[in-house]
Structures are given as C-alpha cells and as structure tokens.
C-alpha cells in the first residue's frame, strides 16, 4: 500500500542522489527504505525532533522511520509548546525545491520586464477558473509577477485534453497557443507533436498532492489551491517573500 501512494511514478521523474547529512544510519533502516521503495533513494535522512526516529525527505515527501527500520509514519509532527508544523516547514522546501528541479525553459512563461515574484501554476486549459486566472494576467504582470505555467490535463493521460495540452506546448508560440485555447475553452487547438514536458509536469503534480487547477505555488513553497484575485495573490505573495526573509 505505502508503494503504490508513497511516490507515484516518482522514480521516473527526478533523479534521485542521497545526501545523507553525515547520519550513522543503521543498516536495518536502509534495508527497510529499499523494501518499502526498491531503487528509489531518499534525498536526505536526518534525525527528526522526534527521539529514535529518523526524518526521510523523498522528493516533496516526507516520512518518519524508526530507527531499527520496523515502522514507517506519515503524517505532520507538530511542537505544541510554540505551535509550529515542524513537517510542513520541511515539506513547503522540499516542494520548492522539487519544481526549481525543473527547467524553465520546458513552462509557459508570463513575465513582466522587471519581475519581483514568480509564481508557479498548475493549469488546464478546459478549467474555468484557469481561463479566469489567465484573463488577469495583465494585471498580474502590471504588479511585477511572473507566472510559470505547468501542465496538468485534469483527465488524466490518455486523454483529450492531454493531447490539447501537448499541442499548446508544442505551438510555434506558446504563449499565443496558451491564451487562444483558454479563450475557446480548450477548443479547436491546433494538433502538433513534439518532445514535451506535459507528462512529467502531470506526474509531477500528482507527487506534490495537486488535486485540481489552478494550483499556484509560491516561492517559498507555499500551495494555493483554487482562483484568487490579483490583489488577493499579491499579498499572499508579499507574505510568502517576508516569510522567506525572516528564514
């Protein structure tokens, strides 16, 4: 069960390398982790605040082991004397640093000239409240936010949609292609074929947990689930900045 929900499909997406942050980690412990995920190697392993438990940071993942590695937890470790997500704290780096994995070069860009932020997107091209956000891109830019644009055909692969989203990535103009096919609701988009990232931004998504679109994640790996207003997303990215700051 832990194989199939732990990291779908994750082996065929990032490249896994251990750093295992000068750890003394007991044999039955890797011999447990290679069980559970056979061929796929944690990022890092560390002590968690937790006696006799370690810390496994898997791509946006992170999992408990005990030390003798018997038992496996899920789930968020929170320190109830200053009220701090512990776990969330480490899993908003880790997504972070699993879409900064990603080359730039593979997303539809919407920058402005001088960007101050940069988000990250989610996007289907059917989904009404993504045709909505795009329609404020304008606005968006107007406020110095770069938008990154990751696909995600919320029916899946094989799909219509996936193959709608393909041919925007694969448009002589993609930023063109992306902003027609909103505007018709994903209709006639011209078909074409190319080597693209669609299904491993998807796979990708499913990793992190997105469950529907927009999801917008901030730079210091915050979750935005659904539509926000440009005025509304400009202050939650100003405090994702502060937070960053203060860091």
């Given at each position: 069960?832990?194989?199939?929900?732990?990291?779908?499909?994750?082996?065929?997406?990032?490249?896994?390398?251990v750093a295992l942050a000068n750890e003394d980690i007991s044999p039955a412990l890797?011999?447990?982790?290679?069980?559970?995920?056979?061929?796929?190697?944690?990022?890092?392993?560390?002590?968690?605040?937790?006696?006799?438990?370690?810390?496994?940071?898997?791509?946006?993942?992170?999992?408990?082991?005990?030390?003798?590695?018997?038992?496996?937890?899920?789930?968020?470790?929170l320190d109830l004397r200053t009220q701090t997500n512990l776990t969330d704290i480490?899993?908003?780096?880790?997504?972070?640093?699993?879409?900064?994995?990603?080359?730039?070069?593979?997303?539809?860009?919407?920058?402005?000239?001088?960007?101050?932020?940069?988000?990250?997107?989610?996007?289907?091209?059917?989904?009404?409240?993504?045709?909505?956000?795009?329609?404020?891109?304008?606005?968006?830019?107007?406020?110095?936010?770069?938008?990154?644009?990751?696909?995600?055909?919320?029916?899946?692969?094989p799909s219509r949609v996936y193959d709608d989203m393909v041919s925007v990535w694969?448009?002589?103009?993609?930023?063109?292609?992306?902003?027609?096919?909103?505007?018709?609701?994903?209709?006639?988009?011209?078909?074409?074929?190319?080597?693209?990232?669609?299904?491993?931004?998807?796979?990708?998504?499913?990793?992190?947990?997105?469950?529907?679109?927009?999801?917008?994640?901030?730079?210091?790996?915050?979750?935005?689930?659904?539509?926000?207003?440009?005025?509304?997303?400009?202050?939650?990215?100003?405090?994702?900045?502060?937070?960053?700051?203060?860091?």
């Amino acid at each position: 069960m832990v194989r199939k929900s732990l990291l779908p499909l994750v082996a065929g997406i990032l490249g896994w390398q251990v750093a295992l942050a000068n750890e003394d980690i007991s044999p039955a412990l890797v011999s447990s982790m290679d069980r559970v995920i056979p061929g796929v190697k944690p990022d890092s392993v560390s002590h968690s605040p937790i006696d006799s438990l370690y810390e496994l940071t898997i791509g946006p993942s992170i999992v408990y082991v005990t030390k003798d590695g018997r038992y496996l937890f899920r789930g968020d470790v929170l320190d109830l004397r200053t009220q701090t997500n512990l776990t969330d704290i480490k899993r908003k780096q880790a997504r972070i640093n699993t879409i900064n994995g990603l080359d730039e070069h593979g997303m539809i860009v919407f920058t402005p000239e001088k960007p101050k932020y940069t988000i990250t997107v989610f996007t289907d091209i059917t989904c009404p409240y993504c045709q909505k956000f795009h329609r404020d891109m304008d606005q968006l830019n107007s406020l110095g936010i770069k938008v990154r644009y990751l696909a995600f055909p919320r029916a899946g692969i094989p799909s219509r949609v996936y193959d709608d989203m393909v041919s925007v990535w694969c448009a002589d103009n993609p930023q063109k292609a992306m902003t027609d096919a909103k505007a018709n609701g994903g209709r006639q988009v011209v078909p074409k074929r190319c080597d693209n990232p669609v299904t491993a931004h998807y796979n990708m998504g499913q990793v992190i947990g997105i469950r529907g679109t927009p999801t917008i994640i901030l730079e210091n790996g915050d979750m935005v689930p659904g539509y926000a207003p440009p005025q509304q997303l400009v202050q939650r990215v100003k405090s994702s900045e502060a937070e960053l700051a203060r860091q």
